[in-house]
């Protein structure tokens, strides 16, 4: 067995390494760890296990009463790799790809993918039907990163290494993908291509109109999607958000 790369993936459990770690207020991809994961699926062989069909190193987890953490029955699958941290729930069904990093506290409802190498912070809500997307390759492209204390709306998809700030709501239904801009109202600016959502940014969805419109784009009123900043968070924002504690 090829050492470094089941190190890897224990120190990816135990959440000593990142995919992706902060350094100086900007993410940094870690290499080394793509490589690993990578190495892994080469070296893997498919087997048949309790049914299912899969590389053999890299089968899900399998967690106890000591890793502090509840997940609820129906379905849910955690893959090898994939870090979950203390007081973290997770409902039915839900999947965390290899080489994602889920704070603590944070919950993760019903038909939520969390994929590959992508960092969830503590205390985020990923409502019923997100999908935060992942990355192995290219190696030195940043995975989808949710920073702390986020709220991301049900059916909200979250794609191609797009970074939100803490704090941030991202309110049901909106895309974020490097190719869907962003317009800050509150600030009358558009976000960068490569720019996070800000901290606090409650952002909803929207649209906009076509670029050089022809006739039949006229006749038919055809806009494109955007996502649009309409405030920050406030104390009334705050309370609309607060989760009960006796869920958890």
Excluded at 73 to 82: D, E, N, Q, V
Excluded at 167 to 181: D, E, F, H, M, Q
Aim: neutral net charge; proline residues 5%.
């Amino acid at each position: 067995m090829n050492q470094k790369w089941n190190q890897i993936l224990d120190q990816l459990e135990k959440g000593t390494i990142r995919a992706s770690t902060k350094i100086d207020n900007l993410w940094v991809v870690n290499i080394e760890v793509k490589k690993g994961i990578l190495e892994a699926f080469k070296e893997g062989e498919i087997v048949q296990r309790n049914g299912f069909i899969d590389k053999n190193n890299i089968f899900p987890r399998e967690f106890n009463l000591q890793d502090q953490i509840r997940i609820v029955p129906g379905g849910t699958s955690i893959r090898r790799g994939a870090y979950i941290g203390k007081k973290v729930v997770i409902m039915p069904p839900s999947y965390v790809n290899i080489g994602a990093f889920v704070d603590d506290g944070t919950m993760i409802d019903s038909h939520v993918l969390v994929g590959s190498c992508a960092q969830i912070g503590k205390n985020v809500h990923l409502s019923a039907g997100v999908q935060i997307g992942g990355v192995l390759e290219p190696i030195s492209e940043n995975p989808v990163i949710i920073e702390d204390n986020c709220f991301i709306g049900a059916g909200v998809v979250i794609v191609e290494g797009i970074q939100v700030g803490p704090g941030a709501v991202i309110a049901p239904g909106v895309i974020l993908s490097k190719s869907i801009p962003v317009y800050d109202i509150v600030n009358s600016r558009v976000l960068e291509m490569f720019e996070p959502i800000p901290e606090n940014a409650v952002v909803v969805p929207g649209s906009r109109a076509i670029k050089n419109p022809t006739n039949f784009t006229t006749q038919y009123s055809l806009h494109m999607n955007a996502a649009i900043i309409v405030k920050y968070r406030d104390d009334k924002s705050n309370t609309a958000l607060n989760l009960e504690s006796i869920l958890r």
